[in-house]
């Protein structure tokens, strides 16, 4: 994790820190599991079904953080898992105070080690993490941002055992 956290440090002191849109935050559970993590947001630069009051629109999340298993079974680890994720978003276009919005997305995820205990083995390193959510958007620009995510990983079946796991997970934006 120290790797992790100096590659985020670098990152964030880097120049292509003024490309990013936001910053993120999360936390959940599921499957004798706790999940923490942290990313940067950067928007998309188009939306699609414009017409009426509602849209689409997305944006890229990059994240790293930490798995923590604690199973009766034993053998409990702590996982690293750093992501890349396109996550699409139907939204108000023009927000007046809470705004709720639904998204819907499907990234992909670097794990090490591949299981989080003795009875939950994921195959490969490389799983696939889908999640659908729920939330709103608040402040005088709208610049926070507060939901709920359900998510799925697994390895998509490239490898086998691939057990995958479910979450989840209170996320957190402020967008700048």
């Known amino acids: 994790m120290k790797k992790v956290g ?4 670098a990152l964030c002191f880097s120049g292509s820190v003024l ?17 923490a993590r942290i990313g940067a947001v950067f928007n998309f630069d188009r939306q699609w079904f414009t017409e009426g009051d509602w849209q689409v629109s997305g944006f890229w999340e990059a994240m790293a953080g930490q798995w923590r298993g604690h199973s009766r079974f034993g053998n409990n680890q702590t996982i ?3 992501s890349l994720t396109p996550v699409f978003r139907l939204q108000q276009k ?9 998204e819907a997305a499907i990234g992909f995820h670097l794990i090490s080690p591949d299981f989080i205990n003795q009875n939950r ?8 993490g889908d999640h659908v959510g729920a939330g709103v958007t608040f402040g ?7 939901a709920y995510r359900f998510q799925h990983l697994s390895n998509g079946g490239i490898k086998e055992p ?15």
């Open 6 to 9: 100096c590659f985020l440090c």
């Open 19 to 35: 490309a990013m849109d936001g910053l993120s935050v999360e936390a959940g559970r599921g499957m004798d599991t706790n999940v």
């Open 80 to 82: 690293t898992d750093i």
């Open 94 to 102: 023009n927000p007046a105070g809470l705004s709720p919005y639904l």
């Open 121 to 128: 083995r994921f195959g490969s390193s490389l799983q696939f």
């Open 140 to 146: 005088d620009h709208h610049q926070y941002d507060l």
């Open 162 to 176: 691939n057990e995958g796991i479910n979450l989840n997970e209170v996320h957190f934006i402020y967008h700048f």
